[in-house]
């Protein structure tokens, strides 16, 4: 992305200024995925029972408050199914992190609309970038009303939400990042006025890294959706073999990388090792490469790394039944290996094609002395 401005539309120090405030909003919301995890490995999504956008900033503030909302959750699905004698302390527990992954969702929203507003007013932000930041702000707002759409999937017949819907919020949650983060680069790292020649070959090996990265989070929504990652707690073999030998057990045959427990988990372990694979092969092709941008050959090094330490994230993750704390920072990895592969897109499509191309093999000629 190039953000352009007409002459003196905006000082230098209001691009950086707008570009750290996206990068500081990216780190609100990864944390947001990080709470997010942890409600959902606690089954905390379902304990507040009432959207209440504006009055739901508070916290129950006496004991009659919490009753009433202790007693909605009783008429729950999860309640009845799950948790039938539940004490109001051990609601308490679970709303604590419903409500944490709510109030964060409105402070992200905050601290997005009053700096926009205020660059708006100062008339800093450049021509062509407002579109963006709107389109933001009202992804922002959808994700919101995903969010509680998604948690009303699991009050009633059910004891948790719908992986489908999970995946949707989760989704548009690395949409969002995604977007803030190649945005705040367009401000922070202008593209290149000289490039390798053939610079641009490794535009398209790049976006494929980026697919096969969001296709594996995806991948790992429908696991957690349908806690596909408390079965089959061995690696590498999965049920005794290489291959899940009962993917087809569905009908008809496509639902069963949906809603088979076994096959979903299955399909996330071989979406992993595609990605490992593909992020050290496309590593070891541009290395060496003299058409490959040096910011290139710098995000594929960081995405190859980080794709192998998620890997086995994964794995302690998987060995360990699930312990919280691997999982959420299984959670965190996915989104700084996503964040990775986003910059790795931004490097190579700066590389423009209209930009003076060099040769790397040349030697720098030495300065003068007189």
């Known amino acids: 992305m190039q953000i352009t401005s007409a002459p003196n539309a905006f000082r230098r120090n209001d691009s950086r200024a707008i570009g750290l405030w996206l990068i500081a909003i990216a780190a609100m919301v990864v944390a947001m995925m990080l709470i997010g995890a942890i409600t959902r490995l606690t089954e905390s999504g379902l304990s507040i029972v009432e959207w209440a956008p504006l009055v739901g900033t508070l916290p129950p503030l006496h004991e009659g408050e919490w009753q009433r909302l202790f007693d909605m959750y009783r008429q729950t699905s999860q309640y009845q199914i799950a948790n039938a004698g539940m004490s109001l302390d051990a609601f308490k527990t679970i709303f604590f992190w419903e409500y ?12 997005f609309a009053i700096p926009f507003l205020v660059f708006l007013i100062r008339r800093g932000v450049p021509k ?7 389109i933001l702000f009202l992804l922002g707002g959808l994700q919101g009303a995903i969010g509680w759409w998604m948690v009303v999937s699991g009050f009633v017949d059910r004891t948790d939400v719908s992986q489908y819907r999970l995946a949707t919020h989760l989704g548009t949650a690395f949409l969002i990042f995604g977007y803030l983060l190649y945005v705040a680069l367009g401000l922070l790292k202008p593209r290149p006025t000289t490039v390798p020649a053939g610079a641009v070959g490794w535009r398209l090996p790049c976006q494929a890294m980026l697919v096969i990265v969001s296709i594996t989070v995806l991948a790992g929504a429908l696991v957690a959706g349908l806690d596909a990652g408390f079965t089959y707690n061995t690696w590498p073999l999965m049920d005794g073999d290489v291959l899940y030998r009962h993917w087809f057990l569905q009908s008809p045959w496509w639902i069963n990388a949906f809603e088979n427990v ?30 490959a941008p040096a910011g290139v050959k710098s ?7 980080t794709a192998v330490l998620q890997m086995a994230l994964g794995i302690a993750t998987l060995l360990t039944g699930v312990n919280i704390v691997l999982a959420t920072l299984h959670q965190g990895g996915a989104a700084c290996l996503f964040g990775l592969a986003v910059w790795l897109v931004y490097e190579a499509r700066a590389a423009r094609p209209d930009a003076v191309p060099v040769d790397q093999t040349a030697r720098p000629m030495a300065a003068s002395t007189e």
Request: proline share 0%; hydrophobic share 60%.
């Open 128 to 134: 062509g970038l407002w579109l963006h930041l709107a």
């Open 100 to 111: 944490v992954h709510r109030l964060w969702g409105r402070l992200i929203g905050l601290a």
């Open 262 to 291: 076994g096959a979903v988990q299955f399909d996330h372990r071989m979406l992993a090792y595609a990605t490992v694979l593909g992020a050290i092969t496309l590593w070891w092709a541009v290395r060496n490469a003299k058409t």
């Open 299 to 305: 995000a594929a090094r960081a995405v190859a790394v």
